[in-house]
Nanobody, 123 residues
């Protein structure tokens, strides 16, 4: 599976952005998809995840109620709608994919990664 993330940019605090991650491969619907982020000098941290089947979703506490993950299996794409952004959300955002279900918040548990897209939130 190859992943291509896009949609990052510069936004003011309180604003919104939508990230997209397009996946290659004919079995996209069999993969759970997620987003992590990494700020300078920090470890990569879990943001959100959506299972392959019923589409159960999981969120980090820091983004719950502000971010929404969704997927369009017909387009082999997963989205991260981000609203009420604040400067602490500034990071490179990476999409990830793995067979099956949510594997927890550790980045090492996931199989495939996109190249990352920069999100910068100004105060």
């Amino acid at each position: 599976v190859q992943l291509q993330a896009s949609g990052g940019g510069l936004v003011q605090a309180g604003g919104s952005l939508r990230l997209s991650c397009a996946a290659s491969g004919p079995t996209f619907s069999s993969y759970g998809m997620g987003w992590f982020r990494q700020a300078p000098g920090k470890e990569r941290e879990f943001v959100a995840y959506i299972d392959w089947g019923a589409g159960r979703t999981y969120y980090a506490d820091s983004v719950k109620g502000r971010f929404t993950i969704s997927r369009d299996n017909a387009k082999n794409t997963v989205y991260l709608q981000m609203s009420s952004l604040n400067p602490e959300d500034t990071a490179v955002y990476y999409c990830t994919a793995s067979i099956g279900y949510y594997r927890g918040p550790s980045a090492g548990a996931y199989d495939y990664w996109g190249q990352g897209t920069q999100v910068t939130v100004s105060s």
